[in-house]
């Protein structure tokens, strides 16, 4: 049986990557400048959006707790499987904290 090895920089590199877009779309006012840029009224769109951040960021938080927990817990680091499956789910719940985002701001548009 082939078994295909990742190292364990290559999920965390992408979970840092993710958390940095979705820090930026919310905190950084690309989120504003992509989704509250018509005739609206920019309070009005922020509030919306704000929602829209506020239900993402349940996602982003349980995506930085799993992939914190991948790392500083001693029994995630020496079994290689459950590192793996902590940062796998980490990676996902990055993944739809952005498309939750994404999809939010399309809607609130």
Same mark, same amino acid.
């Given at each position: 049986?082939?078994?295909? $090895? &990742?190292?364990? /920089?290559?999920?965390? &590199?992408?979970?840092?990557?993710? !958390?940095?877009?979705? !820090? =930026?779309?919310? *905190? @950084?006012?690309?989120?504003? %400048?992509?989704?509250? =840029?018509? +005739?609206?009224?920019?309070?009005?769109?922020? %509030?919306?959006? +704000?929602?829209?951040?506020?239900?993402? !960021?349940?996602?982003?938080?349980?995506? @930085?707790?799993?992939?914190? #927990? #991948?790392?500083? *817990?001693?029994?995630?680091?020496? +079994?290689?499987?459950? *590192?793996? $499956?902590?940062?796998?789910?980490?990676?996902? =719940?990055? /993944?739809?904290?952005?498309?939750?985002? *994404?999809?939010?701001?399309?809607?609130?548009?």
């Amino acid at each position: 049986m082939l078994r295909l $090895r &990742v190292s364990p /920089i290559v999920p965390t &590199v992408a979970s840092f990557l993710l !958390a940095a877009l979705w !820090a =930026a779309s919310v *905190f @950084a006012g690309w989120g504003l %400048q992509a989704f509250c =840029a018509g +005739d609206e009224s920019p309070s009005t769109c922020a %509030q919306r959006l +704000d929602t829209v951040s506020t239900v993402s !960021a349940l996602f982003a938080a349980l995506a @930085a707790c799993c992939t914190a #927990a #991948a790392w500083l *817990f001693p029994w995630s680091r020496a +079994d290689s499987r459950t *590192f793996a $499956r902590l940062m796998g789910v980490g990676v996902l =719940a990055w /993944i739809v904290a952005e498309g939750v985002l *994404f999809l939010g701001g399309l809607l609130v548009r």
